[in-house]
């Protein structure tokens, strides 16, 4: 696992000197402790900071091909670099490492820019061809790795992270104010857009070559609900546990320590039962948990932990985990509004003395259908033109029934008038159309929709396909795998999510529906496959999620540091947000007449990156 960095000059122009990537590169520095390099010439400037995971000794990069025409910057890690490496050496092509950064090079030199279809893994990489003179970008099917592109007045800049683009000569931070009402609707900035005006992320499952100051991207990769499997479900569930073991078995390939995040829920449990068949030690397990009980998972971590035989290691957060805010600004890049980055970032720096590479069981809910969500928002459209009568009634009741029971009425209520597509985003956004109408005015006054574009119109799947697809190039992407990426990265360890290997995903998606939702419940096939290891109080229990005490925190300690927050000067003069609506909030939260701690938390996180990315140089 890596970082990498770079700018690729426009004809007639040329690329910053070496000292620019170096000081790329000391931005991202916490992805790569290991071992960092540059390469620049005038038409190129490459850089990258190392984690090394395989290979310890022979990865260094930027690496150069034997005939020095073909230089390569890469982040993430290719499973079948194994497989593709003999391939290779059967067609004639000698290797002098034994790194997967190094089959990347020699399959470009065997298929141009076909050889990113035959990559398997998690990958962001940049790889200058002198001879053609073009810049090649790529990143994984799913977006697992990140990367950032700047359209600057010379060239195109290049980073792992947005921090490292604020080294590159004339670059401007200038927000893109267009991208609030998106933050605020959905905790994160959708995807392809960023904070900053000048700069985009490269799609996932796409590849992008930029050649005579030119950017032509292509995709390479889309997910096909299109149902195929027609057997048994004993069959299924056979066929799945293959893939599964194979995911697992993949990313266990390393040549350093690894263990797993263990929360007790379904996913992370299956992955830690199909690692413990591979292993002849115990798996190295991490999991944290709250004060609060009902936010915390330690007890369930605990139980798998004890079936499964790992050797466990937990931690209880406390409140004051809230100083940490800071530092998971900086290691996130834009406004991001998920509270459980924080948590992720503790279990991360817990394993961190223990471990240098961590599995994970994100991804799937969405492959397997698995939120809750999901099947509420199947139900309510099942009522069909009882919705109006519902609807109104509902917020009849909420209007008079006093407290949060309330509250939670009249947004049910709310949903339920909705039309489709805002419908099904209300139940995933963090903030109600009216909360993003008081804060940002005229802007926050379009519907959900229009800010995400998710539902192309004339799609006729099956309503399950189309909203799990939804999330899976949106939640999944903006929100689940970019806390996964930057928290571990802050950690200075790799995280590998074997649930999101594309084979899994894939196969998932083209299941017939009542093999992913059964009895009130998604995940159904998954389930049956962990029945193997797992009882059924283990299988059975309600999902939990991964949820910080938000609303306890916020009528105590963080309540009071964001109340100084915003009454600063800073924070009331920078327009992006009405001050007034912000206070009327906290002081009705405080009071315990309402929850809003998910629009607090956004306007937080919101003002103390302005701090740390537009007032600090």
């Given at each position: 696992?890596?970082?990498?960095?770079?700018?690729?000059?426009a004809?007639?122009?040329?690329?910053?000197?070496?000292?620019?990537?170096?000081?790329?590169?000391?931005?991202i520095v916490?992805?790569?402790?290991d071992?960092g390099?540059?390469h620049?010439?005038?038409?190129?400037?490459?850089?990258?900071?190392?984690?090394a995971i395989?290979?310890?000794?022979?990865?260094?990069q930027?690496?150069t091909?034997?005939?020095?025409?073909?230089?390569?910057?890469f982040?993430g890690e290719?499973?079948?670099?194994?497989?593709?490496r003999?391939?290779l050496?059967?067609?004639?092509?000698?290797?002098?490492?034994?790194?997967?950064?190094?089959?990347?090079?020699?399959a470009y030199e065997?298929?141009?820019?076909?050889?990113v279809?035959?990559?398997?893994?998690?990958?962001a990489?940049?790889l200058?061809?002198?001879?053609?003179?073009?810049?090649?970008?790529?990143?994984?099917?799913l977006?697992?790795?990140?990367?950032f592109?700047?359209?600057?007045p010379?060239?195109?800049?290049?980073?792992?992270?947005?921090?490292?683009?604020?080294a590159?000569?004339?670059?401007?931070?200038?927000v893109?104010?267009?991208?609030?009402?998106?933050?605020f609707?959905?905790?994160?900035?959708?995807?392809?857009?960023?904070?900053f005006r000048?700069?985009?992320k490269?799609p996932?499952?796409?590849?992008?070559?930029?050649?005579?100051?030119?950017?032509?991207?292509?995709?390479?990769?889309?997910?096909?609900?299109?149902?195929?499997?027609?057997?048994?479900?004993?069959?299924?569930?056979?066929?799945?546990?293959?893939?599964?073991?194979?995911?697992v078995?993949?990313r266990?390939?390393a040549?350093?320590?690894?263990g797993?995040?263990?929360s007790?829920g379904?996913d992370?449990?299956?992955?830690?039962?199909?690692?413990a068949?591979?292993?002849?030690q115990?798996?190295?397990?991490f999991?944290i948990g709250?004060?609060e009980?009902?936010?915390s998972?330690?007890?369930?971590?605990?139980?798998?932990?004890?079936?499964?035989?790992t050797?466990?290691?937990?931690?209880?957060?406390?409140?004051?985990a809230?100083?940490?805010?800071?530092t998971l600004?900086w290691?996130?890049?834009e406004?991001?509004?998920d509270?459980s980055?924080?948590p992720t970032?503790?279990v991360?720096?817990l394993?961190?003395?223990?471990?240098?590479m961590?599995?994970?069981?994100?991804?799937?809910?969405?492959?397997?259908?698995?939120?809750?969500?999901?099947?509420?928002?199947l139900?309510l459209?099942?009522?069909?033109?009882l919705?109006?009568?519902a609807?109104?009634?509902?917020c009849?009741a909420?209007a008079v029934?006093?407290g949060l029971?309330?509250q939670r009425?009249?947004?049910?209520?709310?949903?339920?008038?909705?039309?489709?597509?805002?419908?099904?985003?209300?139940?995933?956004a963090?903030?109600?159309?009216?909360?993003m109408?008081?804060?940002?005015g005229?802007?926050?006054?379009?519907?959900?929709?229009?800010?995400?574009?998710?539902?192309?119109p004339?799609?006729?799947?099956?309503?399950?396909?189309r909203?799990?697809?939804?999330?899976?190039?949106?939640y999944?992407?903006?929100?689940?795998l970019?806390?996964?990426?930057?928290?571990?990265?802050?950690?200075s360890?790799?995280g590998?999510a074997?649930?999101?290997d594309?084979?899994?995903?894939?196969?998932?998606v083209?299941?017939?529906?009542?093999l992913?939702v059964?009895?009130?419940r998604?995940?159904?096939?998954l389930?049956?496959?962990?029945?193997?290891?797992l009882p059924?109080?283990?299988?059975?229990?309600?999902k939990?999620?991964?949820?910080?005490?938000l609303?306890?925190?916020?009528?105590?300690?963080?309540?009071?540091?964001?109340?100084d927050?915003f009454a600063s000067r800073?924070?009331?003069?920078?327009?992006w947000?009405?001050?007034?609506?912000v206070?009327?909030?906290?002081?009705?939260?405080?009071?315990?007449?309402?929850?809003?701690?998910?629009p607090?938390?956004q306007?937080?996180?919101?003002?103390?990156?302005?701090?740390?990315?537009?007032?600090?140089?």
């Amino acid at each position: 696992m890596c970082g990498i960095v770079g700018f690729a000059a426009a004809p007639g122009r040329v690329a910053p000197e070496s000292r620019v990537g170096e000081a790329m590169n000391a931005a991202i520095v916490h992805r790569g402790p290991d071992d960092g390099g540059v390469h620049r010439e005038d038409a190129v400037l490459l850089g990258m900071r190392r984690l090394a995971i395989i290979d310890l000794g022979g990865g260094h990069q930027p690496m150069t091909s034997a005939d020095g025409q073909r230089v390569l910057v890469f982040n993430g890690e290719i499973y079948n670099f194994r497989r593709l490496r003999a391939e290779l050496q059967g067609l004639g092509h000698r290797f002098r490492t034994d790194s997967d950064s190094e089959v990347i090079l020699v399959a470009y030199e065997a298929w141009g820019e076909a050889a990113v279809v035959r990559l398997e893994g998690m990958f962001a990489f940049a790889l200058w061809d002198r001879a053609r003179g073009q810049l090649l970008l790529a990143r994984d099917r799913l977006g697992k790795k990140p990367l950032f592109l700047w359209d600057g007045p010379d060239g195109i800049g290049f980073a792992s992270e947005l921090k490292s683009l604020l080294a590159l000569p004339g670059f401007r931070r200038e927000v893109d104010a267009g991208v609030l009402p998106g933050y605020f609707a959905f905790g994160y900035v959708p995807s392809p857009r960023s904070i900053f005006r000048d700069v985009r992320k490269l799609p996932a499952g796409h590849y992008a070559v930029w050649r005579d100051g030119r950017l032509r991207e292509e995709r390479y990769w889309a997910l096909d609900f299109s149902p195929t499997f027609r057997r048994t479900e004993a069959e299924a569930v056979e066929q799945l546990h293959e893939r599964l073991q194979a995911a697992v078995d993949d990313r266990l390939v390393a040549d350093v320590p690894f263990g797993a995040f263990l929360s007790g829920g379904l996913d992370s449990s299956v992955v830690v039962a199909l690692m413990a068949q591979r292993m002849t030690q115990p798996v190295k397990t991490f999991s944290i948990g709250f004060k609060e009980a009902r936010y915390s998972e330690l007890s369930g971590a605990k139980r798998v932990a004890d079936l499964l035989g790992t050797d466990h290691h937990e931690l209880v957060v406390e409140p004051e985990a809230t100083e940490l805010i800071e530092t998971l600004v900086w290691h996130l890049d834009e406004p991001f509004a998920d509270s459980s980055a924080l948590p992720t970032f503790l279990v991360s720096e817990l394993a961190r003395p223990h471990v240098k590479m961590v599995l994970s069981g994100d991804g799937g809910d969405e492959a397997f259908a698995g939120y809750e969500r999901y099947l509420k928002f199947l139900a309510l459209e099942r009522l069909g033109p009882l919705r109006g009568a519902a609807a109104l009634g509902l917020c009849a009741a909420g209007a008079v029934v006093p407290g949060l029971f309330g509250q939670r009425l009249r947004r049910v209520g709310q949903r339920l008038g909705e039309r489709f597509p805002d419908s099904y985003l209300s139940g995933v956004a963090l903030s109600r159309p009216e909360q993003m109408r008081a804060l940002l005015g005229p802007a926050g006054a379009e519907g959900y929709a229009s800010l995400h574009p998710l539902f192309p119109p004339g799609d006729t799947r099956p309503m399950i396909d189309r909203i799990v697809d939804a999330d899976i190039r949106s939640y999944l992407l903006d929100d689940i795998l970019v806390k996964l990426d930057r928290m571990t990265m802050a950690a200075s360890i790799e995280g590998r999510a074997p649930l999101l290997d594309h084979r899994v995903v894939e196969f998932a998606v083209r299941l017939p529906a009542h093999l992913r939702v059964r009895g009130g419940r998604g995940k159904h096939v998954l389930r049956e496959v962990a029945r193997r290891w797992l009882p059924s109080d283990v299988l059975d229990k309600p999902k939990q999620g991964f949820a910080i005490p938000l609303p306890e925190w916020f009528r105590a300690k963080l309540g009071a540091m964001a109340g100084d927050v915003f009454a600063s000067r800073a924070f009331r003069e920078r327009g992006w947000v009405q001050p007034a609506i912000v206070d009327g909030l906290l002081a009705e939260h405080r009071s315990g007449r309402a929850d809003h701690a998910e629009p607090l938390w956004q306007v937080l996180v919101l003002e103390l990156w302005a701090r740390r990315f537009m007032d600090m140089p």
